[in-house]
């Protein structure tokens, strides 16, 4: 079964307004979590390393005050993107690092879609 | 920086022929290279994955090869099924647990 529970699967919002995914690890402790982000037909391309109780690292060219990520907890990490826009629509999938075994476990990713 | 690219882009074929995917990758600083299958919609699951210092893996009907020193990793299916049918992504697993993905071979398998 899963072992990283990705919610929602699917979310559509308005623009202007702000959308919160939320990964957890089901039957480990996660330390690092990994936020990616696919656009239709492309590759996924990582946005972001979330480091419980720290700030998360993000790639050059990820704008770090709209994907607002917060690692609060072992089993936890949420991604908001705040202020939505179209181009924001995409499929963002989420991995943790079970740091007892590799590799990496996925979710099954969110499909948001910004109107 | 590290660039992966697969080809073919896309590819259909019969059920039950052999087939590869192929995957080159620009910097061989890596730890390990992994072949992911991802569903329409749906998240990754791995299929196999070699160590920096290995050749090749297989499972089942799948076996993957590593050439570092060429940069090139492929994805050898045997007797194809529809089920096969997916997207077939390789990433490679660079310093910091981060992985860079190819843009992805989408197969079909027609019955």
């Known amino acids: 079964g899963a072992v990283v529970s990705q919610h929602p699967s699917r979310v559509i919002c308005k623009s202007g307004t702000s959308v919160k995914i939320e990964c957890r690890s089901l039957?480990?402790?996660?330390?690092?979590m990994f936020w990616y982000r696919q656009f239709p037909k492309q590759s996924l391309m990582l946005m972001a390393t979330?480091?419980?109780?720290?700030?998360?690292?993000?790639e050059q060219g990820v704008e770090k005050d709209k994907f607002l990520i917060n690692h609060a907890s072992l089993t936890l990490s949420t991604l908001t993107v705040t202020s939505a826009h179209p181009e924001d629509s995409s499929f963002y999938i989420c991995?943790?690092?079970?740091?007892?075994?590799?590799?990496?476990?996925f979710g099954n990713g969110t499909r948001l879609t910004v109107t | 920086k590290q660039e992966v690219t697969q080809i073919p882009a896309a590819l259909s074929v019969p059920e039950g022929e052999n087939l590869v995917l192929n995957c080159s990758f620009t910097?061989?600083?890596?730890?390990?290279l992994q072949w992911f299958r991802q569903d329409p919609g749906k998240g990754l699951t791995s299929l196999l994955l070699?160590?920096?210092?290995?050749r090749e893996q297989t499972s089942g009907r799948l076996n993957a090869s590593l050439d570092k020193s060429s940069g090139r990793s492929t994805l050898y299916i045997a007797a194809s099924q529809p089920g096969d049918s997916a997207t077939y992504l390789c990433?490679?697993?660079?310093?910091?647990?981060?992985?860079?993905f190819g843009a992805g071979t989408i197969l079909r398998v027609k019955s």
């Open positions: 910097d061989s600083a890596i730890y390990n």
């Open positions: 991995s943790a690092l079970d740091p007892s075994n590799s590799p990496l476990h």
């Open positions: 979330s480091n419980e109780g720290s700030k998360a690292t993000y």
């Open positions: 070699i160590q920096s210092s290995q």
């Open positions: 990433a490679l697993l660079e310093y910091g647990n981060k992985l860079v």
């Open positions: 039957d480990f402790q996660a330390t690092t």
